[in-house]
């Protein structure tokens, strides 16, 4: 019955055709600058836009991080969770060498991704080894490294790391090095590599792809250690903007994460996503949360707003799967 | 009792059944028998109403019987009892019994569970079941959850009840007590139909035989008139017509693939073949046989209990996909949306997903996208894939013919030196049938070996060398190209059930 629909080309209508463009959000957040731009004071400043972008970096790379898992059909919730245990530890590790200054940045880092993807990898094994949902193994993740954070450090926060370090985070050309570096990296890694293929392969049907010779359980370790990686990045680059080892760094950060990537067009449903958008996601998410709090809305506000804006987001993203999908 | 005049159903223009007509006499046992895709299920769905005829009519007790939906065919006292088992293993017999008709309270969200447990109670005694109604159907056995289902029929007062291979999941000992139960319906006065595989059951059961071929009635009569073998040469007589492309070349005397004593509990035993170069060699046997199992097996997808699988003469480690892919083998699987294709993602990305590590750089993992793009474009044309398909379009958005196409593609890519093809034509059109064919000739030709899988007994006959018969998981014949018989491979194929 439903052959007909099956066999019939896809004739997209123009509206559709926009909904399903990676350039979709990007329109809709320039319409959103420009329609806002004469009425926000401050909103249209170099200032602003600069901290703007400061801001945006550290969850660019976190989010994209986060795509991937997303396109692997997975779900990734620990993230803030590992941004907040890197955090600390990363601190802790460089608190021990006061007088190396390089040394213990390059250390500090070191430690810092080496933490993200060993927890990446964790989830990633837990996943594909114990056969456990994604969603239940980082919930848990998630519980664990955050109170983790709060327990190494008695809820204090940690002073004193060494400049270099801060400049990472505090100083915009540094960030926005580091963070276009990794998220090139990563955009390299999905539209270029074996790895990206079978990622979006291992994301439409693991079943094909297994049967086709993919590495199915490699491919989805490897998605959760590039998310553990994403996460501890962020860390980094938030921690020297903080200057302080932050116990919960990252707390209100996950619906962001989230919210820009599938605002991006990734999917729950696996198999769709990519950098590019998620980074027009976070533009979005970010224009908001700047805009909002120019006008001086509450940072309640601005969740109840950006949690509208989420939920639209998925159900224009449900409502394309259904479209498209023949039955 | 059930009277059928004309009736004819067809799906997407395929003829599947009729037009048909015959009748079932009240208080008998109406056997229905016929090859895989004869139209018996399709006659089954008619009766219970899961698709409605185009064609004819139907006559229930000398009334006109028109359900529109399974419920009111249950309403009517039509139950059929399914294949597979249709139970709900997370909850109690009573409630799969009265799921859709609890006795309830004068106020409706409330169920009189005393009500419920001993009117449960009243259809088990029926089926000769002495279980706790409260007991979950995950703990039961296959046999006695079918006769919980035969019990839930029960529960609708049927006049006519219909068994769809109502044993394939049953032991002997568990048939025999559903054969008494059927005998005691019948002496109730009870119409039955029965639709069964396993022809000595069909003997011993019924009053009437109905042999349904290519969707028409070839046979009819009582049951006393037709012997075993002329059951199946009415089941299988036809002529093999000019589907088949003329075979050009012919297997060559070096073994590709050779499989020792292959087993697997309760799926197969012992199976041992060789298979040569260029060489098509059937697998026949009825669904359930095993065949399915094998192939997977033989592709590293699941793991035998014992035995050895050698490729060019050098053993295959079991369960390792990867490795066979790397040496040169194939597999076509049976469902081709469940894990033959990538329904959404473009038919260029799947017809390369096979041989990605091919085009991608040892050092960084870059894909070469245009060298790979230049082989999807060459393989695109040689398996004759619609001109109109973009490379970007989604496979799911194909023809049943054309998704095969870009399946068979993309092994075809990695030049196989075994193709296993399972079911390589099923549901697809006769014209993509042909190209398929001649797809898998040509890939012989080049001195592959290819094992095919088919359900289809003419496809066997017209394509392969030779044909091995599965039957219940072990190889019961091999016949070579100058010994190929219908009757005699089906024989085999029934080979369990006639020594029974």
Redesign the interface.
Known sequence: MSLDVAIAPPHPGRWRRLLGSDYFILLISALYFLALAPFIPGFATPENLRNLLANSLPLLVVAAGQTVVLIAGGIDLSVTAIMAATSVQGALVMQRMPNHGLLATVTGVAAMLGIGAVVGGGNGMAITRLRMPPFIVTLTAMMFFSGFAVWVTQSQKINGLPEDFNNLGGKLPFTLAASLLAVGLLGWLLRRSLFGAWLYAVGHNPRTARVSGVPVDGVLVGAYVLSGLGAALASVLLTGQGETGDPVLGRYLLLDVIGASVIGGASFFGGRGNVLSTAAGVLFIKLIDNSLGLLGSSHFTIMMVKGCLILAAALADSLRHRLVAAN | MIEFQGVAKSY?GIRALGPISFALRPGTILGLIGENGAGKSTLMNLLAATVQPDAGQMLLGGQRYAPREPGAALNQGVALIHQELNLFPNLSIAENLFLTRFPRHWCPPFIQRHALQAEARELLAEVGLDLDPGTLVEQLSPGESQLVEIARALGAAPRLILFDEATTSLGTREAERLFQLVEKLRQQGISMIYVSHTLADVRRLCDDLVVLRDGLVVGQGPVAEFSLPRMISLMVGRQLDQLYPTRTGEPQTDLVLEVRGISQPGVMRNISFQLRRGEILGLAGLLGAGRSELARVL?G?ERPSSGEIRLDGIPLPPGQ??Q???RGMA?L?EDRR????????SLT?NL???V??QY?SGN????D?TSLQGAITTVREAVRLSA?AADR??A????GGNQQKVVLG?WLLARPRVLILDEPTRGIDVGAKFEIYRLIQAVADQGAGVLLISSEMEELLGLCDRILVLSRGEITDTLARDEFDQSRILRSALAHTLTA
């Open positions: 997407d592709f997808l996909v990867r066979r892919i790397q597999f699987t469940t894990d033959g294709l990538c329904l959404n993602a990305d390369g997903l096979v990605l590590p991608a960084t993992g870059r894909i996208r109109k379009q989604p799911r958005t194909l023809s993309k």
